[in-house]
Structure formats: C-alpha cells, structure tokens
C-alpha cells in the first residue's frame, strides 16, 4: 500500500462509521480511517459475517453496535485506527481485523483525558521507549502496513525527533496533525512543523489540522502544497460535508445527507451514530426547527421522516424482519435435520403454538399472560414458570422457551424483542391449560 498523492478521511469518534467511510470514499477519498478503538475493548470483540447486509461485524458479546464493521466496499481502503498503550494488547486486537484492513493506524495524538490517562493517544508522544515497543512490535507482527498519527510537540527540535524514531520502527507514513497537545481545532494549524518534518523523514508525510479553510477538493490540494506533504488527511471538513472530497465540487448538503441516510440504510449503521453524523453535518443550523427535530430524535423513523425517507426506512424494517423470518425457518429446518431423533423426544413435551405478543393488546389493563401465569401458579402452588431465552446472532433475535410444570411452551418465531418472546411463550403456556387472557376477558373477570 502506497500512502502518498492520498485525499484521506480522518479518524473521527462516533462518525467514522463504515456508513460515513463508504461515504466519503463515494466522493473521492482514496483512503478511510476508522474511529479510534481501544486495544482492551476490541481483544474481546466477535468477528460474524452479516449475510443480511454483507457487512463483517466485530462485536462484544452483550453489546448491541458493532465495535467495528467494515465491508467488501471498502476492503484495500479501509485503515483501522486503534488506541493503545501496550504493544502485545494492541498486536492482539490488530491481529483480529489483519485479514479484513488496509493497514493499522496508532493514534498518539489524542489530547482526551481519558486517553491521557490512560497513557494513551498524546501521552505517547512523551513516551519514545513505549512508541518504539509498540510500532515495532506492530510492524514485525502484521502483514499489513502500520502508520501512526502524531501531534506536534512544543520545539520542532523534539518533534523532528519523534518523527525520526517513528521513521526507525518500519512504519510506512505518519500523519501530523499540525497542533500541540494543548491546542484547539479553531487555532491556527503549524503547518511550518509539517514542512520541516517533510524534509527530515524519507516515509510519506500526512498534512493533518487544514478543515478550517477547506471548503473543496482545491482546498485539499493548496493545503497539501503548503505543508509540502506527500498526502492530506481530512477530518472536521469531511464530516460537515463530504463531497469535499469530489473533484467536480462541493454538492448542496442536503444532498449529502440525504446520501448518507440511504448508504446508513445499506449497511444498518447503528442509529446513535447516523443521528451524530447528521447532527455535526448541519452543525450551523442546530438550531433552526430541522436541526433541533433531529437533536430531539430518538428512533431511526423520526430521521428519515425529516428528510422525507421514511419509505425507504419502512422498507429496510421489512427486509430485516423477512430475513429473520427466513433465518429463524431455515435454522428450524437445519435443526430438525441434524438433530432428528432428540427432537421427536423432546417433542413429546414440546408444546410449539402460534402466539405473538403485542404490547397494544395489554395496553388497558395490568393482566401480561405472565402476571397472569403466575397469579395462577402461585393459587394452585405450581412450581414457577422458568423462561430461557434464546439469542440469534448476527440478527438479534430471540426466541423464549418456557418450562412449567414439565412441560415446555414456545412459538415458532425469533423475535427482536425478548420480553415479547417470553410474554408469547406465556400465552402458548396459558391457552394450552386452557386458561383465557386475552383482554376482554379478563375486563368480564373483574
Ligand atoms: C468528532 C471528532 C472525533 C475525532 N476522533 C479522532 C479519533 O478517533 N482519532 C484520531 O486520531 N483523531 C480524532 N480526531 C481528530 C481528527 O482526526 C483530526 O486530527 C483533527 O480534527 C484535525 O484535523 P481537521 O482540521 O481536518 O479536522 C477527531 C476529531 C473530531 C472533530
């Protein structure tokens, strides 16, 4: 991989989603850096394939976004970026996604307490025998380049060093965000730091720190210029508009957003982190009665509905609830056959009806078919019901089966909501015994 003459997405927390990469790549970014993912996180994290979306998954048991996802779309382009303090986590956690990246990226210029701290991100850059274990060890360990991105520190005399040992590691680009530790986006960038750097290091430069005065693809390239660097590293400029990154011009916003909502549709992009990219694209009219709908939504609908693609919302709701059908028949299916003879005996006490839980059906009255379950186990001193649900990943569904009195109830159907699994299973379990709960008739009980 080549990292020079590169127009490249920076890493962004919380925007830097495979829906705002594949985004910025649709414009013209050559390269996409992930958001910064901490090593202690990631070492934990699953990888599935989503058939649905075509989409691979990197997960946390429990968790319910994605650590991180990428796609086919993106692969030769896609740079993960990871958070670290200590080199064997960090080849850990690198080694999960090796097969899957471009290339790794260490963050070593985060200013964030948190990352501080915790001796990562700009805590690094004071830390030369840490930075060296971790590149190298990086570098020697992997099969796929290694870079890092850096600040500036106080004396170029300190950051030509940095650079340099950096350079030693085998790492095969840094990018220079041209700010110290200390210093705000809205200060002027050094870019004089960035040009020394250039003609010290054999290894290509990435002009970082220039959003403030880039409205345009032009920009990026008088920017590159200034700072006699090899490639450009964008950040808060793709994220308020990504067709920066077009070489025939800046597109309208809404348009941009509006392309954003469907390519998040495409890959499921996770809806905190459609609502945040969305909310810092129209960041200079948050308060307008647009901007303050989409701060106060709180469900993907109320985002499409603002931008008039509640169609294809509706549409994506009804494709992920035929695939779980689909998944949840074809699972049945591949269980029936690979486990025939248990389950003819357990079907003997396996009771499987149709039931589907609706919170609108309860709504007027306190009686769930579990309440009333155990209204009734406890009158006749019944064992309790035991519920043991079921997970499906990648999908996230659920199925409950529910054990009373030595038999077991269940539905036929997963479900993305648990308690409505258990609450179904209930109602198998109560028309079974032949007890009535639907509303009605518990109003003519009381
Ligand atoms: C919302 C936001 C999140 C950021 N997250 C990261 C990150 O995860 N990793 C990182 O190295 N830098 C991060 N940065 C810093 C940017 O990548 C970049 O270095 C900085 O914004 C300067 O570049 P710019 O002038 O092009 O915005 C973040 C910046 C912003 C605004």
Redesign the pocket.
């Known amino acids: 991989m080549d990292y020079s003459n590169k127009k490249i997405c920076?890493?962004?927390?919380?925007?830097?989603t495979l829906a705002f990469r594949l985004l910025a790549l649709e414009y013209g970014a050559d390269l996409v850096?992930s958001?910064?993912i901490i090593d202690y996180k990631m070492i934990n994290a699953k990888r599935n394939y989503n058939e649905l979306f075509k989409t691979i998954d990197f997960t946390v048991d429990g968790t319910e976004k994605p650590l991180f996802q990428t796609s086919e779309k993106e692969k030769g382009k896609v740079i993960f970026?990871i958070?670290t303090n200590n080199a064997d986590r960090a080849l850990k956690a690198c080694k999960l996604v090796e097969n899957d990246v471009a290339g790794i990226?260490v963050?070593m210029?985060?200013p964030k307490e948190f990352s501080v701290q915790g001796g990562m991100?700009a805590a690094l850059l004071k830390k030369p025998d840490q930075v060296k274990e971790i590149l190298t060890t990086l570098v020697n360990g992997l099969s796929i380049p290694v870079t890092c991105?850096i600040r500036c520190l106080h004396t170029l005399e300190e950051t030509l060093e940095l650079c340099k040992l950096i350079e030693s590691c085998g790492v095969k680009a840094i990018a220079v965000?041209g700010?110290f530790q200390e210093e705000r986006?809205r200060m002027p960038?050094h870019d004089d730091f960035i040009r020394e750097i250039t003609k010290t290091v054999q290894i290509p430069i990435i002009a970082?720190?220039?959003?403030?005065d880039?409205k345009n693809d032009e920009d990026i390239e008088k920017f590159r210029v200034n700072c006699n660097a090899s490639s450009v590293?964008?950040?808060?400029?793709?994220?308020w508009n990504s067709s920066i990154f077009r070489k025939e011009g800046t597109l309208p916003l809404d348009d941009v957003i509006k392309r954003f909502l469907q390519i998040s549709i495409e890959v499921d992009n996770y809806f905190f982190s459609t609502k945040y990219a969305v909310q810092?694209m129209l960041h200079e009219e948050l308060s307008s009665v647009r901007g303050a709908a989409v701060l106060g939504s709180l469900a993907g609908e109320e985002i499409y509905q603002i931008f008039g693609m509640l169609d294809q919302y509706n549409d994506l709701q009804q494709r992920k609830e035929d695939f779980f059908r689909f998944s949840a028949l074809k699972r049945k299916t591949e269980e029936a056959e690979n486990d025939e003879h248990k389950k003819v005996k357990e079907n003997e006490k396996l009771i499987v009806r149709h039931a589907k839980y609706s919170k609108k059906d309860f709504r007027e009255g306190v009686y769930t078919p579990k309440s009333i379950l155990n209204a009734y186990t406890i009158q006749n001193k019944l064992p309790k019901p035991i519920y043991r649900t079921e997970e499906k990943l990648p999908e996230k569904v659920y199925k409950s089966t529910l054990e009373y009195n030595d038999f077991f109830y269940t539905t036929p159907y997963w479900e993305p909501n648990k308690k409505h699994t258990e609450q179904a299973a209930a109602m198998v379990c109560l028309e079974s015994l032949g007890i009535s709960y639907k509303h009605e008739d518990q109003k003519k009980k009381n």
């Open positions: 920076g890493p962004m927390v919380r925007c830097s850096y958001e910064e970026q958070g990226d963050n210029g985060c991100g991105k965000h700010r986006s960038n970082n720190g220039g959003s403030n880039i590293m964008v950040a808060r400029a793709a994220m810092q």
